[in-house]
């Protein structure tokens, strides 16, 4: 009930993210899926999925453009990170493959908008959906994007 009428925090820090760093890491991730990634830009998140080299579903991440040679899977479950190992050593690509310290909250409801400018000011209205920002925090530095698992106006916090 909550989800639907007011908002709800929920703690997601199970969520991994595979980050995929370097001057190849856009053709690395190319390769990783199906879904045409030649327009992400800097700051824009993507539904896209993860195959296999025979063409089967691996995972269903988030994928986020967090700097120009850097991108992160947001991943719910498996273990992504090796299967990007494997592809990396049996290629030329250049890039680093980390998993790094991020440990994620989602606020999703209708009510997540009014809490959200309570905390970041009215700069969070610019946000758009599938789309991320950097704040900084009691001095901590944040990435935090119009995304969720729910259908109602959610956020996600890195």
């Not at 991020?102 to 400018?117: A, C, E, F, H």
């Not at 530095?141 to 916090?157: A, D, F, N, P, V």
């Amino acid at each position: 009930m909550n989800l639907i009428n007011e908002a709800i925090l929920c703690d997601v820090a199970v969520e991994r993210q595979v980050q995929i760093k370097g001057p190849d890491a856009s053709k690395f991730v190319q390769m990783m899926t199906p879904r045409d990634l030649s327009s992400m830009q800097v700051g824009q998140c993507k539904y896209v999925i993860l195959t296999n080299q025979h063409g089967g579903v691996l995972n269903d991440p988030i994928l986020l453009r967090v700097e120009e040679d850097a991108y992160w899977f947001s991943l719910a479950d498996s273990d992504i990170l090796f299967w990007a190992h494997g592809l990396a050593a049996n290629s030329d690509y250049d890039v680093e493959i980390s998993e790094p310290d991020v440990s994620p909250l989602q606020l999703q409801g209708p009510k997540s908008r009014d809490i959200m400018i309570k905390i970041f000011g009215d700069e969070i209205l610019d946000l758009k959906y599938y789309w991320f920002k950097k704040f900084i925090h009691n001095g901590v530095e944040l990435i935090i994007s119009r995304t969720g698992w729910s259908s109602e106006l959610g956020y996600e916090i890195f």
